[in-house]
């Protein structure tokens, strides 16, 4: 999508290198050395993992974000596409329904009647499920860990209740399942942008004007929708990508 944006509304080509590994191990020394000029980052991820800064992340300090990158990388944040990958609680829509679920909180008051699932990695990480369960006193008739391939079948079949969801899964524009609302704000924000190397935009100011487009595009529930025709449906990620921006009308076709 981003490739296809730079191409069409400059004179820049654009090469892309994929099957790199996360920022931290490998782009971001990347970006450092030069080797890559730009590349798409969360916003927690470079807060947490990049600036190696604790605790939770949200958009209120992305100001400090975006400083701390200038000072040490000469880089320069841009291009917020309006999505929030973060981290969540989904439950199925009988329980939702059966309990009056909205929030974390009143999941909390139920938990003690319910199966909560999670992949391995969310049971180890630190802001994993005991911090969540500590925030809210979750405590769950049993816990399960599921395949991360998995968990949506799991879920649909009612082997569990309750699992951790990325907020931008394909999935979940057709599982029977509702978000819940984290209502004391325990996990990080994490929205995509784009973090590009300053000597880059010197060179091309163009740039500037294709970052600026590309603000707000996406929203958690359109790029879950992407992410499923892709994922799910097994179409080509740059058809859907230049389908979308067709009919947003970034492209005219």
């Known amino acids: 999508m981003i490739k296809e944006m730079i191409e069409e509304k400059t004179d820049i080509n654009v090469e892309v290198t994929q099957g790199v590994g996360g920022g931290k191990s490998n782009i971001q020394p990347g970006m450092v050395s030069g080797e890559f000029d730009m590349y798409p980052e969360y916003t927690s991820t470079g807060w947490n993992m990049v600036l190696k800064n604790d ?31 973060s981290y969540g609680i989904a439950v199925r829509k009988e329980i939702a ?5 909205k929030t974390y909180s009143d999941l909390a008051k139920v938990s003690d009647k319910l199966v909560f699932g999670g992949e391995y990695d969310f049971f180890e990480r630190p802001d994993g499920y005991s911090a969540l369960s500590e925030k809210y006193n979750f405590k769950f008739k049993k816990t399960m860990d599921l395949d991360i391939g998995l968990k949506y079948k799991a879920i649909n079949e009612g082997k569990v209740d309750v699992m951790d969801i990325f907020t931008t899964d394909g999935q979940l524009t057709e599982s029977g399942v509702i978000v819940l609302k984290d209502d ?8 995509g942008a784009m973090v590009v190397r300053n000597e880059v935009l010197d060179e091309y100011p163009e740039l500037e004007d294709v970052f600026s487009e590309m603000e707000g595009i996406l929203n958690d529930s359109e790029m879950a929708k992407l992410n ?18 067709v009919k947003i009308g970034i492209l005219s076709k």
């Open 97 to 101: 329904d059966k309990y009056n679920l």
């Open 228 to 245: 499923y025709m892709v994922e799910t449906e097994g179409m080509d990620a740059e058809t859907v990508a230049h389908e979308y921006l």
């Open 55 to 85: 605790g939770f992340y949200n958009e209120e300090m992305y100001d400090e974000l975006v400083k701390e990158y200038k000072e040490k990388f000469s880089f320069t944040w841009t291009g917020i596409l309006g999505f929030n990958d």
């Open 184 to 191: 004391k704000e325990f996990f990080s924000t994490a929205m």
